[in-house]
Structures are given as C-alpha cells and as structure tokens.
C-alpha cells in the first residue's frame, strides 16, 4: 500500500471551517477502513476523530466531533475528505490519517498505515 499524505490544516479563527484530505498512492486504497486522528498540542496519544469504512457505507464519529465534522471518500480519486465545520479553539492539533482493514475500531494501535499529519491551528 502507497503512503498517506494529508493536507488542507492551517489557521483559522474560531468557528471557521477546514476540509482535510487523506491522499494515497496505493492501488489497493478501496479495501481499507479509513480514519482520522488529532494529536493535541503536548499529547502522546492521538485521538480518534472519525472513520469511514472502505465502501462509504458506514461511518464513526467520536461524541465530541458528532455534527461539526463530516467524513467522506472518493475511492475512484484515492481520497478521504473530513469536513470540519465551526472550529473551535480545542480542535488545535496535527490531523493524521490511517488505514486498517477491517471496520469497527477506533483505537489508534489497530491501524497500520499512517501519513505524517497535517496542523490545524484552532485561534480564538
């Protein structure tokens, strides 16, 4: 499987808007579960944000992000879109994609692939 690579985070002012992209090389992108994590400025851990399965059936939302973040995917363009509506300050953090394939998880030691992230600077 080819490398991740994110892009779309910069700087936005509080209740602005950002759409994140998770591009892949590989030509086997179809058949994996795709999620997003946030790693928060002086965190370890990443934090799961959202996943999609590899059809776009079936989505997850962590409780926090429910109804301001939207997850997508263009499997015949390799991408995996998250919409990230009315941002706030605590949003702040480096945004990586991952990929598994099984669905039903969240947990970040489940996934396999990773990109090398992408920063959203969350000012008030």
């Known amino acids: 499987q080819g490398p991740l690579v994110e892009s779309g985070g910069g700087l936005v002012q509080a209740g602005g808007s950002l759409r994140l992209l998770c591009s892949s090389s590989g030509r086997a992108f179809n058949i994996y579960t795709v999620a997003w994590f946030r790693q928060a400025p002086g965190k370890e851990e990443r934090e799961s944000i959202a996943a999609i399965d590899r059809n776009g059936d079936r989505t997850e939302y962590t409780d926090s992000v429910k109804g301001r973040f939207t997850i997508t995917r263009d499997n015949a363009k390799n991408t995996v879109t998250l919409q990230i509506n009315s941002l706030e300050p605590d949003d702040t953090g480096v945004y990586y994609c991952?990929?598994?394939?099984?669905?039903?998880?969240?947990?970040?030691?489940?996934?396999?692939?990773w990109g090398q992230g992408t920063q959203v600077t969350v000012s008030s």
């Open positions: 991952a990929m598994r394939l099984m669905w039903g998880s969240l947990a970040a030691g489940d996934y396999r692939f």
